[in-house]
């Protein structure tokens, strides 16, 4: 039991001496529970049954909050509708929402934010905002099509994004899934290590 403290006193000195957040931490790591979770659930998992049965969860870079940026949100209304490339012919109506403009290890980014018009008609996602995006790890350390992040329509000028819940498009797991491709206007010239890794069969 002793050792067991020692150990836990430990960790969080090393958390303290990071500069990192314990609660931002558990949340991070909630959100990769989540993940896990799913990918472990049969119902849920977008794995091949082959892969179902090695899985023993994804790899996460490490939480940093540096990747947890707050943007300045410029909403552009009157948008048109347009089709979303995706990985087969399948192509959903999206409409540019709004910008995301920020500043991340000296760089300055802009990102444009998507919603999905048919499933903003579904009940629990009126609000549901869409942001894949592409970066320098891709084809490496990340997935080479890119990542996403979920976001949610904020109440004014400032929205959250954080990197450290990017997650890949089933397609990195599956070949049967139609996955959107982020657009050109979504390269980030930066690498953004955090959120999920590649995943290695």
Known sequence: MLKKTILILILFTCIFAKGQNVDYIKEIKS??????????????????LVDQK??????????DEKYRVEASFIRTPNEKPFKMATTTSRKPIYIKYGEAHFTIDNKQVVLEIYQNQNLKLKKGYENYLFLPFT?????GESYGGGRF????????NMIIIDFNKAYNPYCAYNYVYSCPKPPEENSIPLKINAGVKTYQH
């Open 31 to 48: 959100f990769q529970d989540t993940l896990n979770k799913e990918f472990s659930t049969p119902e849920e998992s977008p794995l091949t």
């Open 54 to 63: 090695t899985f023993e969860g994804l790899a996460y870079f490490p939480i």
């Open 135 to 139: 970066d320098e790890t891709n084809g």
């Open 149 to 156: 992040i979920d976001l949610r329509i904020p109440n004014d």
